[in-house]
C-alpha cells in the first residue's frame, strides 16, 4: 500500500490544514501513477494531486474535509 | 479489426474547457487566446490553466487594461483570417469595451453583407454568489442576447463546456462564451457537485441553438440556464419522492434560442418556471415567457413564474446578496406554487 | 524615437513629376465622386429637408477639402494593405482603390454596394482591398491593430492604415490603441485628420495639448504634424511611417491639419463656423493644380482631361448604382449570421 499524502504547500506554516477541494476519482477506481487523483487548497494556494503508483485507489480524506498537510489522503495498493 | 477505445476522464468545467481550447488550439495555430492575466496566472478563473507553458507567449498572450483596444484587436485579427478568443474578464466589464463588441464585433457580418466574417469567441466569467458585490457579481445573458449579431452560448457542466467551445471556435460567427464562476469547479469558491463530471476525451462539439432535457419529468418545466441548473436538478430530485415530477431544460444557448424546446416541454407539463440569474425585467425570463405566449398562451394552465435577480444590483453582505439570488429555496416554492401543491 | 515632437514636416524637394499627376489626379477623383454624391443627396430630400428621403437617405459625411491626407498616405499602399476609416470615408476608399462602382451602390443602398445595401456610407467594407470603415468614433483603430497583428502574424509585408479625426484623439480607444500598437511593435500608421472641427466643437476647446503628435511620443511611437494640408508633405510623412512599419520597427502617427471645406454632416448650417467665407480660397486642389502648372508638371489641357476623365468615371459608377436594385425587404433577416465555412 502506497500513501498519496496531502501536499506541503505552506513551509512557513507547517501545522497549516487545508481541504481536498475535488476528487477526480471515486474510492475503489483502479488508476494508473501520475493519474489526476485530485486537487487540494491551502489558503490561496492550489495545487493537484497525481497517482504515485499505479493500483487500486481507497480514500481516505472526503471533500471539503478539513485535513493537515502531510496527512495521507489516500491510499494506493 | 481495430477496436476505437473511447476514453473519458472526470474534469470540472474549467479544466474541460480548457481542454477544448487546448485541442481546438493543437489542431489550428490560427487559434490564440488574449486577455488580461491569461498567461501565467491561467486566467483568473482558470479558463486557461496550462496553456501558456504549452503554448507559449505567443498564442496565449497577456494584455494591457485595455479592454477596448484587445478586442478590437481581435475582431480585426478574425476579420484578417485569424480564429481569435479574446476573455472579458468579467461580463460586468461589458461597460468599458460595449462598442467593439456590439457595434463591431456583431455588426460587421451584416454590415459587410456577409462579405467579411468575425470567427472569433468572446468568453467571460459570469454569476454571483461568492459576496464580490455589485460590479463583479452580473450575469448579463439577457443584455448580450438582446444586442444581434453574436451568438450566446452559457453552459452549465463540463460536458457542455467543453463541446460549447469547440462548437464556437469552429463557427464563422462571433460567438461569445459565458462562463459561471459557480459553474467551474474551482477549489477556492463553493461548488456543487455537477461542476465535476466524465467527458469525452477527443474533440467534440455540442451545438449552438439546441437546449438539452436535463431531465425530464410531467408536472412542470422548469426553463433554467448556467448554474441554476444544478439547482433545479437538486430540487427536481428532493421533490421527485413528494410526487412532483419536474422537467428541467438547461438552454445551454441563448441565441439561438431553442424555442421549440420550450415550445415541445410546456404542451406537455402544461405550466412554466423560468428560473434566471440575470436580473428579471427586460430579459432572458420574460423572452422564455413570450415563446409561449406568442405561440400559443392556451397552453398554459397556470401564469408563468419567474424566479430571477429583482432589478436590485447585488448586494455585498452574504445574507442580502442570497436573499436575491435564485437559490433552490426559491426555485421549490415557485413549482409548489405552479402546480398547486 | 524621439523624445520630442518633430518639428512640423513640409515639402522640402520635388516629387517625381509621374508621382505629382499621379497623387493631384487621385485627388481630383475624390472631390469629382464628393460633388456627385453633393447631388444626388441633395437631389431629392425637399421641400425643405427631410434626411430620410431621397435616393442617398440618412446622414451623408464628405471630405472635401481632405483629399491631400488620403492621397498622400495611400500613394504608399497597396491593396493588400489594410485602411480602417472613419464615418467621413469616401477620400480614403478611392485613394486606397476601392471599387467605385460597387461603393457608390452601398451609398445608394442597393443589391449590388458592398454591402448589399447592409451597411451604408459610414459602413463600407471591401475585403478585396481590406478597406472598412465605421461610425463611431475612434473605434477604427482597434480592429486596425488586429489586422496588423494578423499580416505580422501571417507573413506578409503588409501594414494597417488607421484614421481618425482629431476629436477622436479624446476618445478612450485612441489611446489603449497607440500604446497597445508601441506595446507589441504592430505595423500601424495611425492617421489623424485635424480638420480643426469635432462637428461643432472647435479642437482648442476639445483637446488639453496643442497638437496629437505629442500623444503619440507619449504612447511610446513617432509623431509628426503636417501644417499646411499639403499633399506633398503627408507623402513625404506617410513614406516614413510606412517604411518604419514594414521594416517591423512598430507604429508611428501622422497629424494632418487639413481643411473640411463643408460641413460635418449634409444639412449642417455651420453656424458656429466664423472663418466659413475664407474656406474655399484655401482648397487644397486648385491649389496643387497652380503649383503643377507653375513646375511645368501640368497644363490647362491636362487639367481638363484629369476632370473629365475623373467625371465620366463617377457618372458610370453612379449610373451603376441607380440601375441596380433595391433590396427586397423580405431579405431583410439575412446576414445577421452567415454560413460555417466547411472544415
Not at chain 3, 105 to 121: N, P, W, Y
Request: aromatic share 6%; charged share 20%; glycine share 8%.
Amino acid at each position: 500500500m502506497t500513501d498519496v499524502l496531502f501536499p506541503i504547500l505552506s513551509r512557513e506554516r507547517p501545522e497549516a490544514e487545508g481541504v481536498v477541494a475535488t476528487w477526480f476519482v471515486t474510492d475503489g477506481q483502479v488508476v494508473t501513477a501520475g493519474q489526476l487523483l485530485a486537487e487540494i487548497q491551502v489558503d490561496k494556494a492550489s495545487q493537484e494531486v497525481p497517482a504515485p503508483v499505479d493500483g487500486v485507489v481507497h480514500i481516505l480524506a472526503r471533500e471539503g474535509e478539513v485535513v493537515p498537510q502531510g496527512s495521507a489522503i489516500a491510499r494506493i495498493g | 479489426m481495430t477496436i476505437t477505445e473511447v476514453r473519458s476522464e472526470r474534469l470540472t468545467t474549467s479544466r474541460a474547457m480548457v481542454q477544448a481550447i487546448d485541442l481546438a488550439m493543437e489542431r489550428d495555430e490560427r487559434v490564440i487566446y488574449l486577455g488580461e492575466d491569461v498567461g501565467m496566472y491561467g486566467g483568473i478563473f482558470s479558463s486557461t490553466t496550462g496553456l501558456l507553458d504549452k503554448y507559449g507567449p505567443s498564442r496565449v498572450l497577456d494584455t494591457p487594461i485595455s479592454e477596448s483596444a484587445f478586442i478590437g484587436l481581435a475582431i480585426g485579427a478574425a476579420t484578417e483570417g485569424m480564429r481569435p478568443i479574446a476573455e472579458l474578464m468579467f461580463s460586468d466589464f461589458m461597460g468599458v469595451c460595449l462598442d467593439q463588441i456590439y457595434n463591431h464585433m456583431a455588426k460587421i457580418g451584416f454590415e459587410s453583407g456577409g462579405n467579411v466574417k468575425v470567427p472569433m469567441v468572446l468568453t467571460m466569467a459570469v454569476g454571483g454568489g461568492y459576496s464580490d458585490g455589485a460590479q463583479h457579481s452580473q450575469c448579463l445573458w439577457g443584455t448580450f442576447a438582446h444586442l444581434p449579431g453574436m451568438k450566446v452560448v452559457v453552459p452549465s457542466n463540463p460536458y457542455d463546456a467543453k463541446g460549447l467551445m469547440t462548437a464556437a471556435i469552429r463557427d464563422d460567427n462571433p460567438v461569445v462564451y459565458m462562463f459561471h464562476k459557480g459553474v467551474m469547479g474551482l477549489p477556492w469558491m463553493a461548488k456543487n457537485p455537477r461542476s465535476v463530471a466524465d467527458v469525452p476525451a477527443e474533440a467534440y462539439e455540442v451545438p449552438i441553438g439546441k437546449a438539452n432535457l436535463a431531465r425530464e419529468g410531467t408536472d412542470v418545466t422548469v426553463v433554467t440556464i448556467s448554474l441554476s441548473v444544478h439547482h433545479c436538478l437538486d430540487v427536481a430530485e428532493a421533490l421527485a419522492p413528494q410526487g412532483i415530477s419536474v422537467e428541467v431544460i438547461d438552454l445551454r444557448s441563448l441565441v439561438p434560442l431553442d424555442r421549440h424546446a420550450i415550445l415541445q416541454s410546456v404542451a406537455k407539463t402544461r405550466r412554466l418556471v423560468v428560473v434566471d440569474e440575470d436580473y428579471q425585467s427586460f430579459g432572458m425570463s420574460g423572452e422564455v415567457a413570450a415563446t409561449i405566449t406568442d405561440a400559443d398562451p392556451s397552453l398554459l394552465t397556470a401564469p408563468v413564474v419567474r424566479v430571477g435577480n429583482p432589478d436590485v444590483p447585488v448586494p455585498y453582505a452574504h445574507a442580502l446578496e442570497y436573499a436575491i439570488l435564485p437559490r433552490p429555496d426559491r426555485i421549490e416554492a415557485a413549482i409548489r406554487m405552479v402546480v398547486g401543491a | 524615437m524621439s523624445t520630442t515632437t518633430s518639428p512640423p514636416v513640409a515639402s522640402t524637394s520635388t516629387l517625381p513629376a509621374e508621382l505629382r499627376v499621379s497623387l493631384y489626379e487621385t485627388m481630383v477623383l475624390s472631390r469629382t465622386f464628393e460633388e456627385a454624391i453633393l447631388r444626388e443627396y441633395h437631389a431629392d430630400k425637399g421641400p425643405g429637408f427631410d434626411i430620410g428621403k431621397g435616393l442617398i437617405p440618412g446622414e451623408m459625411h464628405l471630405s472635401a477639402g481632405q483629399e491631400p491626407v488620403a492621397a498622400g498616405v495611400c500613394a504608399h499602399l497597396t491593396t493588400a494593405d489594410a485602411v480602417t476609416a472613419t464615418h467621413r470615408p469616401h477620400h480614403f476608399a478611392i485613394a486606397h482603390g476601392v471599387d467605385l462602382r460597387r461603393m457608390t451602390a452601398e451609398i445608394f443602398g442597393r443589391v449590388d454596394g458592398l454591402g448589399k445595401g447592409r451597411g451604408g456610407h459610414m459602413h463600407l467594407f471591401d475585403p478585396d482591398t481590406h478597406f472598412s470603415c465605421s461610425g463611431i468614433i475612434a473605434e477604427g483603430y482597434p480592429p486596425a491593430l488586429g489586422m496588423a497583428f494578423a499580416f505580422q502574424r501571417q507573413g506578409s509585408n503588409s501594414i494597417a492604415v488607421a484614421v481618425t479625426g482629431e476629436g477622436a484623439a479624446n476618445q478612450g480607444a485612441f489611446h489603449e490603441s497607440l500604446n497597445l500598437a508601441a506595446l507589441w511593435k504592430l505595423p500601424v500608421v495611425f492617421v489623424v485628420e485635424d480638420n480643426d472641427w469635432g462637428i461643432s466643437v472647435p479642437r482648442r476647446a476639445s483637446t488639453s495639448v496643442g497638437n496629437n503628435a505629442d500623444r503619440a511620443v507619449a504612447n511610446g511611437m513617432p509623431g509628426v504634424r503636417v501644417e499646411d494640408n499639403d499633399v506633398e508633405a503627408v507623402w513625404e510623412a506617410a513614406r516614413t511611417a510606412v517604411q518604419r512599419a514594414r521594416a517591423g520597427e512598430g507604429p508611428s502617427l501622422i497629424e494632418v491639419h487639413t481643411l473640411r471645406m463643408w460641413g460635418h454632416f449634409e444639412g449642417d448650417a455651420q453656424g458656429y463656423r466664423p472663418e466659413l467665407a475664407e474656406v474655399a480660397a484655401h482648397d487644397p486642389i486648385p491649389a496643387y493644380a497652380s503649383k503643377l502648372i507653375a513646375a511645368g508638371n501640368l497644363d490647362a489641357a491636362a487639367v481638363e482631361r484629369i476632370r473629365a476623365s475623373a467625371s465620366e468615371r463617377v457618372e458610370d459608377a453612379v449610373a451603376f448604382a441607380k440601375a441596380s436594385p433595391v433590396p427586397d425587404p423580405a431579405t431583410a433577416h439575412d446576414y445577421v449570421f452567415n454560413e460555417r465555412s466547411t472544415r
